[in-house]
């Protein structure tokens, strides 16, 4: 079972206009709501796929209980734990001209200690223990900058795999447990090396250096351009890290919204299915691919998924 820890998790409202101007009423031409999170947005997609997952997450107020009811009718196991408050909308606005998308993230509601606590009881009591843990998205307010550190550190002395997929602060302090895996997108690997990545090269070099820090593996999400994916393979003391480019094959892209987060989801299911890890990477970046076909937040469907898997292409870069 993968599971998930989406600590602030939202609705994502989707909202279509055929264009946007400050200070004028707008009618939308559509709306659609949906379970959002880094982390939800991955058991969305493990799920699809057919595999076991299981979501923890804090919600809180009419609007958390809007999020279970979204999820129960995925049928997508979870493990909420209720806190005062109410959990955060996200507004995506989609224009038709120009073709942009406007992104209103709101901070979500304060999380006291006795929240936190009760999350990482049924995280670390689930029975049977998660194959790997998924640990991504932003920090709600009151929530410590190093806590996926020390929850990382406590995944490794139960021998689980755990996953990072954060930005800023959060990153920073949970590169330094060394995860097994972590996937920043161009821009926020640039953050953490503070250097431009304008050439495929510097990507895989980023992703080379950043196995240095810790993570056994690196994946640094491109957008169309795809995927670079770099760690040691073979035996444990090679010297050479090396890293490969996955390109998906050109699609119709109508929201590439949880791209990454499907991009996770798909590789940890080739993981679990113990394909070898190019594979895995494949199945991933064919995730990646489906989720942007799709309108809103709306992700992947396992029958895209199958027909690009299969054209996505991969080399070594080093």
């Not at 998930?4 to 659609?32: I, K, Q, Y």
């Not at 076991?52 to 999020?67: M, N, Q, S």
């Not at 593996?217 to 073979?234: E, F, N």
Request: proline content about 6%; glycine content about 8%; aromatic content about 4%.
């Amino acid at each position: 079972m993968i599971a998930t820890v989406t600590l602030n998790p939202s609705l994502d409202e989707w909202v279509e206009l055929p264009a946007l101007r400050p200070g004028r009423l707008h009618r939308a031409t559509s709306f659609a709501r949906y379970a959002g999170g880094k982390g939800i947005n991955v058991s969305r997609v493990v799920h699809e796929l057919e595999a076991a997952t299981r979501a923890f997450a804090l919600a809180g107020g009419e609007d958390g209980a809007i999020l279970r009811t979204l999820l129960q009718r995925l049928a997508i196991p979870q493990a909420f734990v209720t806190l005062a408050g109410s959990t955060r909308n996200n507004y995506k606005i989609q224009t038709r001209a120009p073709r942009l998308l406007t992104e209103i993230n709101t901070p979500g509601p304060r999380v006291p200690k006795t929240a936190l606590r009760a999350l990482e009881r049924r995280l670390f009591r689930q029975r049977p223990a998660p194959r790997c843990v998924v640990l991504s998205g932003s920090l709600s307010p009151g929530v410590p900058h190093d806590l996926y550190r020390r929850w990382i550190r406590r995944l490794h002395r139960l021998g689980i795999p755990a996953v990072l997929d954060s930005s800023g602060a959060a990153l920073r302090h949970g590169l330094r447990a060394r995860p097994w895996l972590i996937k920043p997108n161009r821009h926020e690997a640039e953050e953490l090396l503070q250097r431009r990545l304008s050439r495929m090269e510097d990507v895989a070099d980023a992703a080379s250096a950043l196995t240095a820090q810790g993570p056994a593996l690196v994946i640094i999400s491109l957008g169309a351009d795809g995927a670079v994916l770099a760690g040691r393979v073979g035996s444990p003391v090679a010297a050479l890290v090396q890293a490969w480019l996955a390109r998906p094959p050109v699609v119709k892209a109508d929201s590439a919204v949880g791209a990454g987060d499907s991009l996770i989801g798909g590789f940890l299911v080739g993981w679990a299915r113990r394909l070898n890890l190019l594979e895995a990477f494949r199945l991933g970046v064919a995730c990646g691919a489906a989720t942007a076909m799709t309108p809103g937040t709306e992700l992947c469907h396992r029958a895209d998924v199958r027909r690009l898997v299969g054209r996505v292409t991969i080399r070594r870069l080093r």
